[in-house]
């Protein structure tokens, strides 16, 4: 489904639109997070709240009448990039992959059944503002209500590159590195989940299940 094209009274407003990412994720597993230091206008009225919409891959022009449910809006896969507008900045943000099988860490940080894993996670600023970036705005849900934060941490005999803790991103470039977790040996994510401070509610990537 697609979009229309944003006309100058929307542009104030807040919008989250998925474009799906063409390219296969490389097998060897780079990711990233950021947390952005974008102001909330603190207006309480729902025409402003952001919104999630995905796009699908399309050279015809977006059509007015093809608007995607609710229910399709929340509906990501990883791989697929996210846009988030705001007044105050914009940003894109990629969940690409997902691993916890063979990943070397310090051992002595897991506690018994647990082990490493890390995403691969890409962010841009499409804005004018710079933003700080920070893997704790992601982390993994699992079936049953039960989350796992990220790690935070960037040493030991982890993946490289992994994402850095406190890194501010300027207009136009992208950053993109592992960000770690300490998960349960048996089971797998449901849904990885962004929770950027401009949105009211998550974004959220399916993982598949194996």
């Keep these: 489904m697609t ?8 542009t104030s407003r807040k919008k989250v639109t998925a474009l799906v ?12 997070g950021v947390a952005l ?6 207006d309480s009225d729902s025409d402003n709240k952001p919104a999630v919409t995905k796009a699908t891959e399309t050279s015809s022009p977006p059509s007015p009448s093809s608007s995607p449910s609710p229910e399709e809006e929340q509906e990501f ?29 310090i051992p002595e940080m897991l506690s018994p059944g647990e082990k490493w894993a890390v995403l691969d996670v890409k962010v841009c600023n499409t804005g004018g503002d710079p933003i700080q970036a920070s893997p704790f705005p992601w982390s993994l849900a699992y079936e049953g209500g039960v989350r796992v934060e990220s790690a935070g941490m960037n040493a030991g ?9 406190d890194a501010k991103v300027a207009a136009g470039d992208c950053v993109r590195g592992n960000i770690v977790f300490q998960v349960p040996e048996e089971g ?15 974004v959220e990537w399916q993982v598949p299940k194996g």
Excluded: C, W
Aim: charged share 25%; glycine share 10%.
């Design 37 to 42: 230091l974008l102001n909330d206008d603190g």
């Design 188 to 202: 797998r994510p449901e849904r990885v989940l962004y929770s950027p401070s401009v949105l009211d509610e998550p």
């Design 3 to 10: 979009q229309p094209p944003p006309t100058p009274q929307s």
């Design 157 to 165: 005999d982890l993946p490289k590159p992994l994402y850095p803790m």
């Design 77 to 105: 896969k990883l791989g697929d990039t996210v846009d988030i507008d705001e007044d105050h900045g914009s940003l894109s943000a990629a969940a690409l992959a997902y691993r916890d099988e063979g990943i070397k860490g």
């Design 21 to 32: 990412a063409g390219a296969a994720v490389a097998a060897f597993a780079i990711g990233g």
